[in-house]
């Protein structure tokens, strides 16, 4: 035991010392904070941003109360321009058109002198994306001045418009068994999402490494001696180990970063997020899948490491198994839209897709006991078989020089 | 684990064993039956031609890989993992951490063998200063000439203090410094009573060195004892011989099987049991003599005697069966 110990130390102390390891421990939650935010900022970024639509209203009566309309909108950032028709319909329509073309505008707006009758108006546009402008803004501000106007010729009340269609409000709590949560949905997803990417990204970089560091070994002919001296099982779990350390030291920096950050409050995407949101169900569940996913992972690409030669000569075998860990992000929405149908649960049952869909399902929902136990035992379950494997690869391969690896020496490695 | 502590016999008495070795590759019998004694405090010299099964023996003594049959003993006792740490290993397939510093990697090696990690980097340091190295004990070993990477090897492997160091092909690659370097560590672990195990194909190299060989070939041990009892069981077997006058010696002498040019002398093999000196007046009768030499052969020239007598054999047995 003792060389197992002398090899996670040296593999540990190797990684925490490395420039790569500070860089990442800092610019990691940066990294992973973009990734998450990201997205929505860049479209809030593109929503901001000022348009123009130039109109021609053949009513005259609903120009100004669509700027009114609009301009009580939370995001207003749409301006009119009335193009002036005095010249006659037809020629009024091609300056519309040579505007939009000309990008004076960026959009253009036709609305028929019968539209409060036949309320059917024209839009005009050169980039498809321009339908966001027409759906989110234009539409219900133009519904608006359509509704006004029918109230009007009902004689009834416009006050009473407000009171008609005020809409729903969400305040939406998340139940446990114990208590409810006054955490929402988009917190559970978002920060389930964040929690999800670090699993995701820790168990293949540092996974991957493992496969690195015994090609490394091999290719400078440290290897044999390395065996005389210990066991290769010894020194496959030394370093499976040592790595693993390194990962879990760099995860614990960012968690307690990340809670000295969430007392000050983070507001992401408009929702705050919290570590104290989750419960210690979900951060014992995040350290397990976490962990047990990287042993899985990592005894694996070692064993594949010490089959090959190079880096080139393994990816062949290590995109397989980086597909294992791809697949279930990609199969997350189908998780998150419905985290307790018998789909969501036989997937994230499956253990090389447990770290991320099952993780996923208790961020977002309560799945029950027995199903999260289940995955913690297949996964151990396979974690076990995973390292016989490997074990065998690692034998076999460790001392093969030369020859690039086929599945068929892969095969013929494991049947010993 | 604590380091396993070893009844070391007295010099010259038995020390590793092996008996009955067998290793088969898919249809390649690797080690055939090899059986070795190797004495305390020996420098044992086990030769061979390439492919002849050197590396498989050694690395089924230092268990890298299992052998399918055989009996291992280290003083007396099956050589079982923990005693493993008491054989130090210089593979012919060897390197260092580039990125390690020198005594880090020194130390590390030390651990790995049940050396404390404080003694382990003392130790180090001390061999680091030994090799004159001692001012590269901080840097990393890539900032090293290559002859100075192989003097860390060397230090690896005699660190802890081994009671046997197993040497494969330890001189391919060096330089002459280096190779003199080695030389004089092997005879200093010598006096210390360490036994070495020299495993070469270089027989030249090892007839400066051992007290005892093995040779094997093709997985087959051919001979094997004192260099002096092995040199004594292949008694003259050549001699050369050269004439003034430009003479030749005549043909058809009793008991030289074969006789031909070589390097600007004749050469005359003998039929075993031959006495060199019996030659003399029948040679000196043919001319005027300005060189006549019966020299003992050299291992190499036992060795391909040797082979070729087992070669033989192999293919009486063969058509016999």
């Given at each position: 035991m003792s060389k197992v110990l002398t090899v996670i130390r040296k593999e540990y102390i190797e990684r925490v010392h490395s420039k790569?390891?500070?860089?990442?421990?800092?610019?990691?939650?940066?990294?992973?904070?973009?990734?998450?935010?990201?997205?929505?900022?860049?479209?809030?970024?593109?929503?901001?941003?000022?348009?123009?639509?130039?109109?021609?209203?053949?009513?005259?009566?609903?120009?100004?109360?669509?700027?009114t309309a609009l301009a009580e909108r939370e995001d207003s950032y749409v301006t009119l321009t009335e193009l002036d028709c005095a010249s006659g319909e037809a020629a009024c329509l091609e300056d519309l058109k040579a505007m939009v073309l000309a990008e004076e505008a960026d959009a253009g707006l036709v609305i028929p002198a019968d539209f409060f009758a036949n309320p059917e108006a024209t839009f005009y546009n050169t980039a498809v994306g321009a339908v966001v402008l027409r759906d989110d803004a234009l539409g219900p501000a133009l519904n608006q001045v359509l509704q006004d106007e029918r109230f009007r010729r009902e004689n009834l009340d416009p006050a009473l418009r407000a009171k008609l269609f005020a809409r729903t409000g969400w305040n939406t709590l998340k139940l446990t068994a114990d208590a409810e949560s006054a955490q929402n949905?988009?917190?559970?997803?978002?920060?389930?999402?964040?929690?999800?990417?670090?699993?995701?990204?820790?168990?293949?970089?540092?996974?991957?490494?493992?496969?690195?560091?015994?090609?490394?070994?091999?290719?400078?002919?440290?290897?044999?001696?390395?065996?005389?001296?210990?066991?290769?099982?010894?020194?496959?779990?030394?370093?499976?180990?040592?790595?693993?350390?390194?990962?879990?030291?760099?995860?614990?920096?960012?968690?307690?970063?990340?809670?000295?950050?969430?007392?000050?409050?983070?507001?992401?995407?408009?929702?705050?997020?919290?570590?104290?949101?989750?419960?210690?169900?979900?951060?014992?569940?995040?350290?397990?899948?976490?962990?047990?996913?990287?042993?899985?992972?990592?005894?694996?690409?070692?064993?594949?490491?010490?089959?090959?030669?190079?880096?080139?000569?393994?990816?062949q075998f290590s995109v397989v198994l980086t597909m294992g860990m791809v697949v279930p992000i990609l199969l997350m929405t189908v998780v998150i839209k419905a985290p307790d149908q018998p789909l969501a649960t036989i997937l994230s049952l499956v253990p090389f897709f447990s770290p991320i869909l099952m993780f996923m399902r208790i961020s977002v929902s309560n799945p029950p006991l027995w199903q999260v136990v289940t995955s913690w035992v297949l996964l151990a379950g396979t974690i076990w078989l995973a390292n016989k494997v490997a074990g065998q690869l690692f034998r076999a391969g460790i001392l093969l020089y030369g020859a690039t690896p086929t599945w068929g020496s892969l095969a013929k490695a494991l049947r010993g | 684990m604590t380091a396993a502590k070893l009844d070391l016999p007295e010099v010259g008495e038995p020390f590793l064993e092996v008996r009955e070795l067998r290793k088969r590759y898919g249809d390649k019998l690797a080690v055939d039956g090899v059986s070795l004694s190797i004495p305390r405090g020996a420098i044992y010299g086990f030769l061979g031609p390439n492919g002849a099964g050197k590396t498989t023996t050694i690395r089924c003594l230092m268990d890298i890989i299992l052998p399918d049959h055989g009996a291992m003993t280290l003083g007396g006792r099956p050589l079982v993992r923990s005693l493993r740490d008491r054989i130090g290993y210089l593979p012919e397939e060897r390197g260092l951490y580039r990125k390690m510093t020198c005594q880090e990697q020194l130390a590390y090696l030390a651990q790995l063998k049940g050396v404390p990690r404080r003694e382990a980097?003392?130790?180090?340091?001390?061999?680091?200063?030994?090799?004159?190295?001692?001012?590269?004990?901080?840097?990393?070993?890539?900032?090293?000439?290559?002859?100075?990477?192989?003097?860390?090897?060397?230090?690896?492997?005699?660190?802890?203090?081994?009671?046997?160091?197993?040497?494969?092909?330890?001189?391919?690659?060096?330089?002459?410094?280096?190779?003199?370097?080695?030389?004089?560590?092997?005879?200093?672990?010598?006096?210390?009573?360490?036994?070495?195990?020299?495993?070469?194909?270089?027989?030249?190299?090892?007839?400066?060195?051992?007290?005892?060989?093995?040779?094997?070939?093709?997985?087959?041990?051919?001979?094997?004892?004192?260099?002096?009892?092995?040199?004594?069981?292949?008694?003259?077997?050549?001699?050369?011989?050269?004439?003034?006058?430009?003479?030749?010696?005549?043909?058809?002498?009793?008991?030289?099987?074969?006789?031909?040019?070589?390097?600007?002398?004749?050469?005359?093999?003998?039929?075993?049991?031959?006495?060199?000196q019996a030659l003399l007046a029948p040679l000196a009768a043919a001319g005027s003599l300005s060189l006549f030499a019966a020299n003992r052969p050299t291992l190499s020239e036992i060795f391909l005697v040797a082979v070729r007598r087992q070669r033989a054999t192999r293919r009486d047995e063969r058509s016999q069966a």
């Amino acid at each position: 035991m003792s060389k197992v110990l002398t090899v996670i130390r040296k593999e540990y102390i190797e990684r925490v010392h490395s420039k790569a390891f500070l860089i990442g421990t800092l610019l990691g939650p940066l990294f992973m904070g973009a990734l998450v935010i990201g997205p929505s900022l860049l479209a809030d970024a593109t929503g901001d941003q000022a348009r123009t639509v130039a109109v021609v209203d053949r009513t005259g009566r609903v120009v100004g109360p669509l700027e009114t309309a609009l301009a009580e909108r939370e995001d207003s950032y749409v301006t009119l321009t009335e193009l002036d028709c005095a010249s006659g319909e037809a020629a009024c329509l091609e300056d519309l058109k040579a505007m939009v073309l000309a990008e004076e505008a960026d959009a253009g707006l036709v609305i028929p002198a019968d539209f409060f009758a036949n309320p059917e108006a024209t839009f005009y546009n050169t980039a498809v994306g321009a339908v966001v402008l027409r759906d989110d803004a234009l539409g219900p501000a133009l519904n608006q001045v359509l509704q006004d106007e029918r109230f009007r010729r009902e004689n009834l009340d416009p006050a009473l418009r407000a009171k008609l269609f005020a809409r729903t409000g969400w305040n939406t709590l998340k139940l446990t068994a114990d208590a409810e949560s006054a955490q929402n949905a988009e917190v559970g997803i978002i920060g389930g999402f964040m929690m999800v990417m670090i699993i995701y990204i820790m168990v293949l970089v540092y996974g991957q490494q493992n496969l690195t560091v015994v090609i490394e070994e091999k290719t400078s002919r440290m290897v044999e001696v390395l065996l005389a001296s210990l066991r290769p099982e010894q020194l496959m779990l030394g370093k499976v180990l040592g790595i693993g350390l390194a990962a879990l030291t760099q995860v614990a920096v960012w968690t307690v970063a990340g809670a000295a950050v969430s007392a000050q409050g983070l507001v992401v995407a408009g929702a705050e997020i919290s570590l104290s949101l989750f419960g210690p169900w979900f951060w014992l569940n995040f350290f397990v899948f976490f962990l047990l996913g990287y042993f899985l992972y990592a005894s694996l690409y070692a064993g594949i490491g010490a089959m090959c030669n190079s880096v080139q000569d393994s990816q062949q075998f290590s995109v397989v198994l980086t597909m294992g860990m791809v697949v279930p992000i990609l199969l997350m929405t189908v998780v998150i839209k419905a985290p307790d149908q018998p789909l969501a649960t036989i997937l994230s049952l499956v253990p090389f897709f447990s770290p991320i869909l099952m993780f996923m399902r208790i961020s977002v929902s309560n799945p029950p006991l027995w199903q999260v136990v289940t995955s913690w035992v297949l996964l151990a379950g396979t974690i076990w078989l995973a390292n016989k494997v490997a074990g065998q690869l690692f034998r076999a391969g460790i001392l093969l020089y030369g020859a690039t690896p086929t599945w068929g020496s892969l095969a013929k490695a494991l049947r010993g | 684990m604590t380091a396993a502590k070893l009844d070391l016999p007295e010099v010259g008495e038995p020390f590793l064993e092996v008996r009955e070795l067998r290793k088969r590759y898919g249809d390649k019998l690797a080690v055939d039956g090899v059986s070795l004694s190797i004495p305390r405090g020996a420098i044992y010299g086990f030769l061979g031609p390439n492919g002849a099964g050197k590396t498989t023996t050694i690395r089924c003594l230092m268990d890298i890989i299992l052998p399918d049959h055989g009996a291992m003993t280290l003083g007396g006792r099956p050589l079982v993992r923990s005693l493993r740490d008491r054989i130090g290993y210089l593979p012919e397939e060897r390197g260092l951490y580039r990125k390690m510093t020198c005594q880090e990697q020194l130390a590390y090696l030390a651990q790995l063998k049940g050396v404390p990690r404080r003694e382990a980097l003392a130790r180090a340091a001390q061999w680091l200063d030994r090799l004159e190295l001692g001012d590269y004990a901080k840097r990393k070993v890539d900032s090293l000439s290559k002859g100075m990477q192989q003097k860390v090897q060397f230090a690896a492997t005699f660190i802890f203090g081994p009671d046997l160091v197993i040497l494969d092909e330890v001189f391919s690659g060096l330089d002459p410094l280096n190779i003199e370097l080695m030389r004089d560590l092997i005879l200093a672990e010598r006096q210390r009573g360490t036994t070495i195990l020299f495993s070469t194909h270089m027989l030249a190299e090892a007839e400066r060195l051992c007290d005892a060989v093995c040779l094997i070939e093709g997985g087959v041990k051919i001979l094997d004892g004192s260099l002096d009892s092995v040199r004594a069981a292949y008694p003259f077997q050549m001699v050369r011989v050269a004439y003034r006058d430009g003479g030749e010696p005549p043909a058809g002498l009793p008991g030289v099987s074969e006789r031909r040019m070589e390097d600007g002398a004749w050469r005359l093999e003998l039929a075993p049991g031959l006495d060199p000196q019996a030659l003399l007046a029948p040679l000196a009768a043919a001319g005027s003599l300005s060189l006549f030499a019966a020299n003992r052969p050299t291992l190499s020239e036992i060795f391909l005697v040797a082979v070729r007598r087992q070669r033989a054999t192999r293919r009486d047995e063969r058509s016999q069966a």
